[in-house]
């Protein structure tokens, strides 16, 4: 069974870092690009960053680009989302995802879902 | 970036009711869009592409259209379990973009 479990998440003021962890299980995680995805609360869905399976290529949303670095270790099974300089409007839950696509170019979707992390930023 | 517009925001429809939901994209081929559940309080759930790939374990009364840069997301006969969000996703280009969301509410 392929399961997601992100933590981490948590208040934070203004200017200040979190790192959020994703750790899999069920699937061979070396093989896959994965995802960050976040949600507002009650607002909808935004794409944070990507990362190819090797690490090799990353991808970010413009509002978070230069703030945010998206990670993975593959010996852990573990996905990371470093945030840096957090701002009110990064408020949300975080959820990490996977890509279906294996061993090569990411299909850019998601097909599984962690449970997601709430991050909350407030002075 | 390619902007995404779902419509309707909100159906308010009925046990047994087909309800279709629209997804434009404001540019771009679009080959690749796909269809996400979503309940309250839960992670959103893949439902099917615009290649016809479902999820495993997805009912066959979803299923999905495209005409050009125009794409539909169809219940053919409403459950109660179909009450929830759904939201659609451009995988074409970057950043990755969703539509808004369609709220689909019991009558």
């Known amino acids: 069974e392929v399961q997601l479990v992100e933590s981490g998440g948590g208040l934070v003021q203004p200017g200040e870092s979190l790192r959020l962890s994703c750790t899999v299980s069920?699937?061979?995680?070396?093989?896959?690009?994965m995802h960050w995805v976040r949600q507002a609360p009650g607002k909808g869905l935004e794409w944070v960053a990507n990362i190819k399976y090797d690490g090799g290529e990353k991808y970010y949303l413009d509002s978070v680009r230069g703030r945010f670095t998206i990670s993975r270790d593959n010996a852990k099974n573990s996905l990371f989302l470093q945030m840096d300089s957090l701002r009110p409007e990064d408020t949300a839950v975080y959820y990490c995802?996977?890509?279906?696509?294996?061993?090569?170019?990411?299909?850019?979707?998601?097909?599984?879902w962690g449970q997601g992390t709430l991050v909350s930023v407030s002075s | 970036d390619i902007q995404m517009t779902q419509s309707p925001s909100f159906v308010s429809a009925s046990v047994g009711d087909r309800v279709t939901i629209t997804c434009r994209a404001s540019?771009?081929?679009?080959?690749?869009l796909v269809w996400y559940q979503q309940k309250p309080g839960k992670a959103p759930r893949f439902l099917i592409s615009s290649a016809s790939t479902f999820q495993s374990g997805v009912p066959s009364r979803f299923s999905g259209g495209a005409s050009g840069t125009d794409f539909t997301l169809t219940i053919s006969s409403l459950q109660p379990e179909d009450f929830a969000t759904y939201y659609c996703q451009q995988a074409d280009s970057f950043p990755l973009t969703f539509g808004g969301g369609t709220e689909v509410e019991l009558k």
């Open positions: 540019q771009g081929s679009n080959k690749w």
């Open positions: 069920g699937f061979t995680f070396s093989s896959y690009c």
């Open positions: 995802a996977r890509d279906p696509g294996a061993n090569g170019n990411g299909w850019y979707y998601f097909d599984y």
